[in-house]
């Protein structure tokens, strides 16, 4: 029997630890996926208001207990109840949600609360049954899957947004074990809620104040990834009895396509900033594969080809690059795609482990991963300018997160007291570089 490292080499050549391997994307690839049946919805939104703007700090509350300057010291802070004000009026609202918008616009930084880290929501309430953040371009709006909101029914579960400072509630539970997703603008969000025994697509769009129910010509959808400046969403589906994924594009131009079809495990992993573009993994035959797939024109890029079966894949918002990582043959590697010159480049590799996570920033210089370890896996930030990690998120964090602009980070941490959502800011680059 041959060694398993041998072996590996027979079917990847070269792929060694510490090596750096580029070769060629092939041409784009036909696939039959054709319009769908899209009837779109829409509701008036109304949030619920859980903290306003006005009641921001000003510079003379910087040492305010809200902040949480040393996250070793943190015991997983559970602050006090907050109770839920009722929905403002619509004149209201509305005002809320400008003000919340003018009010900063530099990231949360700027609120002077402490060198950092922040509670997610700054301890605005229970924060414990919080989770699967989401972080908008600057950080300025942030947005978590929170339970534990609903008196009456608390293990349900609801999105809260933070913009600015302002708080808010999407007043309708989500599908249990739903994950939202946040568009970079940080302006619309995507998500499952249970209607009638069923399943269906929310997007919705806080600054015009609509709610979209998204249904059509598929059946038991996925969560949703939204797109991060249009109006689209895309997500697994079934369609015609059969596993894919959807892409469905609302505003001016509606219309709806299939973004893949076959194959088994389809994922949805991210979204092109203009909704054009869906990146999709499957297994179509041996291995799981990745596909930059344009559904409108039906083609698609392989953007893996034969590096392994794929574990973790990021997008960037213009589609030109591509970050996942792979396993074959007891190898685990990541790779970067750039799909300007069309090639594709071992940034590193192991045989001690594997890398699972992964995204980038919109400036394409961070990218964070997670390793495979027992419990809770690290996650690392790698620099890929000065080619190496810039920082590692602490101990017991996870459910990673970072800001487009690359400045912040947001996690999960466990402490012997329970667990909560915390802002990191990014470590600076060294003055000596």
Known sequence: MLHRGLLFLLIVPALLPGTALADKIGSPQQMELGELPLRAEVEHLTLVTMREPHTAPGPEDANSTTAAPELDAVEGAAPAEASTPAPPAEEEEERILVESAEMYTSPPGSMQLGPGPWL?????????????????????????????????????????????????????????????????????????????????????????????????????????????????????????????????????????????????????????????????????????????????????????????????????????????????GGVCAIWWVDMTTRRRKDMFSSVDGCYERVMMDSGRRFVVYEESANGVPPTHMYDRKDREVRTTVPKGCADTEITGSGAFLAVRCTRRTGSALFLLPVPEESESK
């Not at 400046?229 to 895309?234: F, I, M, N, R």
């Open 120 to 328: 997610y929501f700054d301890g605005a309430f229970a924060e414990g049954g919080c989770s699967h953040p989401r972080l908008s371009e600057d950080g300025f709006a942030a947005l978590a899957i929170c339970a534990g909101l609903d008196d009456k029914n608390p293990r349900a579960e609801h999105v809260v947004i933070r913009r600015g400072y302002a708080i808010f509630r999407y007043p309708v539970p989500v599908s249990a074990g739903a994950i939202a997703d946040l568009s970079s603008d940080g302006e619309r969000f995507a998500v499952l809620v249970d209607e009638g025994g069923s399943r269906t697509v929310h997007l919705i769009d806080m600054m015009a104040r609509q709610d979209h129910r998204v249904v059509g010509g598929w059946r038991e959808p996925g969560n949703p990834v939204v797109a991060g400046e249009a109006d689209a969403v895309a997500f697994v589906a079934q369609v015609g009895g059969k596993d894919g994924a959807v892409l469905a594009k609302l505003g001016e131009e509606p219309g709806a396509w299939r973004a893949f079809r076959g194959g088994s495990g389809v994922h949805v992993r991210e979204l092109t900033n203009d909704g054009g573009r869906v990146l999709v993994s499957a297994k179509l035959v041996d291995l799981t594969s990745l596909y930059l797939v344009d559904p409108a024109r039906g083609v698609a890029f392989d953007l893996s080809g034969r590096k392994g079966d794929v574990r973790g894949a990021d997008l960037h918002g213009s589609g030109d690059a591509a970050v996942f990582s792979s396993s074959i």
